[in-house]
């Protein structure tokens, strides 16, 4: 599929520190790592979460906030509040500024790791449960395409969109394309659904998802069933990994990504894929990125992978 302008992600996940960081500035200068403290205390609430949101401790987030705040003469930005930290109008008026920084900072390292010839490193996927765990077993030398030796991939099950402008992940895999933002998109491929329940099992009673989940397709489509036929739910559960082993073990039946299903012999099909609940999956990686070496042959691998097992994720193999 060709190219396509326009696309943004926004979210939060958490971020590794840098490997290397240049020395710290004199006294009287500013530092960009402090710069970015500021933001994710503004942007989280707290100085704890937005310690998770950094890979930073809460002593850390403390000292460097200090700093941004001596740099303008000691004035707090921040109301501390039983809730957590909120900014007051001193702070309110640096945001615009310290997101411009950010934004051409980022440019910047994103810009660099492009630049890198070197076919080392890790390279982290943003994506959900089922792409996740597809992923995962094409590593296993199952594809005619395997990942440079030098390369770790590392796989984020999260159903929150990473931020790949702020460098979250260098590439996410979305069941919708983002409207806006400059990021190269690619329609990896579509995964099927069906019903599966443990062969000579006598229960009807369905594994489902929990409440909170109940937008999720699969859930939506079960609870119809339910209300149709009246059959009870057995259990539910925040998971594909406990739904496929409760279906092995013969709670109930339940909807599986047919790449998992066909695939365990203690399971029988009880439908066709299902139109309504396929899941299709796009590429996205920054534009500045798709250049990186590590970066492309990630994409290469992934957009091979799935057209190699195309009948496998259909539910036909």
């Not at 696309?7 to 790592?33: Q, V």
């Not at 995964?191 to 489902?208: E, I, K, S």
């Not at 790449?259 to 590429?283: C, F, K, M, N, S």
């Amino acid at each position: 599929m060709a190219a396509l302008d326009g696309l943004a992600i926004a979210g939060g996940e958490t971020r590794h520190e840098p490997a290397t960081r240049p020395p710290r500035p004199g006294r009287g200068s500013m530092d960009w790592d402090d710069v970015r403290v500021f933001l994710a205390v503004a942007r989280e609430g707290s100085m704890r979460a937005a310690g998770r949101a950094l890979g930073l401790s809460q002593p850390t987030i403390a000292r460097r906030l200090a700093a941004f705040e001596a740099t303008f003469g000691g004035p707090a930005l921040f109301d501390r509040l039983p809730e957590g930290l909120r900014l007051n109008a001193a702070g309110e008026q640096l945001v615009p500024e310290a997101e411009s920084v950010e934004d051409a900072v980022l440019t910047l390292e994103r810009r660099r790791a492009a630049a890198s010839p070197v076919l080392s490193g890790t390279v982290r996927v943003s994506t959900g449960e089922c792409a996740a765990g597809f992923l995962a077993r094409c590593l296993s030398g199952s594809t005619t395409t395997a990942l440079p030796t030098g390369i770790t991939l590392e796989l984020v099950d999260s159903r929150q969109t990473a931020n790949l402008a702020r460098r979250e992940a260098d590439m996410a895999l979305r069941h919708e394309p983002p409207e806006t933002g400059d990021f190269y998109i690619s329609k990896a491929g579509t995964f099927a659904c069906a019903v599966y329940r443990r062969r000579g099992a006598d229960t009807d009673a369905w594994v489902t998802y929990t409440d909170e989940q109940a937008h999720y397709a699969p859930a939506r489509w079960v609870q119809r069933q339910v209300e149709e036929t009246g059959t009870p739910v057995a259990l539910r559960a925040s998971s594909m990994l406990m739904h496929l082993e409760a279906i092995r073990a013969g709670t109930g039946r339940g909807v599986l990504p047919c790449y998992v299903g066909d695939g365990q012999p203690l399971l029988e099909r009880l439908t066709p894929a299902i139109p309504e609940l396929a899941a299709e999956y796009w590429i996205i990686v920054h534009r500045d990125l798709r250049r990186s070496a590590c970066v492309r042959a990630v994409l290469d691998w992934v957009r091979q992978v799935f057209a190699e097992q195309r009948k496998l994720i259909a539910g036909a193999a």
